[in-house]
């Protein structure tokens, strides 16, 4: 295994942070991998995920290292359009894109292009579709002067103690995970976050998702089904609206349900690798 590389430069202004890594004997034909971080993370999440099957990991505006413009609304369509300029700027014309939680942004692009996505991942990612109704703590960050509290009031004790929820293994998120978070949960992606949230209410999620039929690239839906926040049929209803999806569903795992069941990467891999 090789040690991703890190990278910052600007894009148009806005400096972008990405990890990357080359394939081990990708097989002739395949796209790069591109990762997609959830909240209120950042590509640190896909370190382990790029030394096995190479790819790129990127910052989004707003999170860890890249930048965090107060001018940015970071809504959903926003990103859409930071992916397609992320990956014309670094000259990759076809992707298979990997999500999870918030990456589910990738999905809009691969609405809008789905003629540059070769095979997409979806792990236990915010529902584009209809029926969802925003979990406890979303609720409060979409909450005007409630969202700016909850956010003043989330210090690594805070965090330690509001993840023990998040998976299936005992205790909270594990330390490194939390340190993560921590060290880039600054007003500017607390910024992100309220922002984020306030332009995504139900009716916004389910008409982000409205040309799901259109993406033919075939795909994996993988969900920790005991996840808190998303409910496990939201699982099933994304493997129902995409057409050449297949369902792996993990019983005993969460939020992030590579942290309970390591052998999820190897999993995703062997998938993206398939030919």
Same mark, same amino acid.
């Given at each position: ?106 999905? #809009? ?96 999620? #389910?008409?982000?998702? #409205? ?27 994304? #493997? ?36």
């Amino acid at each position: 295994m090789r040690e991703p590389s890190e990278h910052t430069e600007d894009l148009d202004g806005l400096p972008v942070f990405w990890r990357e890594a080359p394939e081990p004997d990708a097989p002739d034909g395949l796209a790069p991998v591109l990762y997609l971080h959830g909240v209120p993370s950042n590509s640190d999440e896909w370190t382990a995920w790029l030394s096995l099957s190479g790819g790129v990991a990127v910052d989004l505006p707003g999170f860890g290292r890249s930048g965090k413009p107060g001018s940015h609304q970071y809504t959903i369509e926003e990103y859409d359009a930071f992916i397609e300029s992320f990956l014309d700027w670094r000259g990759i014309e076809r992707v298979r894109l990997v999500m999870h939680d918030w990456g589910a942004v990738g999905l #809009a692009f691969a609405q809008r292009r789905p003629e540059r996505v070769q095979r997409m991942v979806l792990i236990n990612v915010v529902p584009f579709l209809p029926g969802y109704r925003w979990h406890r703590t979303a609720r409060a960050w979409r909450t005007p002067v409630l969202g700016e509290l909850a956010m003043g009031a989330t210090v690594g004790y805070t965090l330690k103690q509001l993840s023990r929820e998040a998976n299936v293994t005992p205790g909270p998120l594990p330390e490194d995970v939390r340190r993560s978070i921590m060290d880039h949960l600054d007003h500017g992606t607390q910024r992100a976050i309220l922002r984020l949230y306030r332009s995504s209410p139900s009716e916004r999620l #389910a008409a982000a998702g #409205a040309h799901l039929g259109d993406i033919r690239a075939p795909t994996l839906v993988a969900w920790g089904t005991r996840d808190p926040y998303i409910p496990a049929r939201f699982a099933r209803d994304y #493997a129902h609206a995409l057409p050449h999806a297949e369902l792996l569903e993990l019983p005993d795992a969460g939020h992030w349900p590579w942290l309970d069941r390591p052998d999820l990467p190897e999993r995703v891999h062997e998938f993206l690798t398939r030919t």
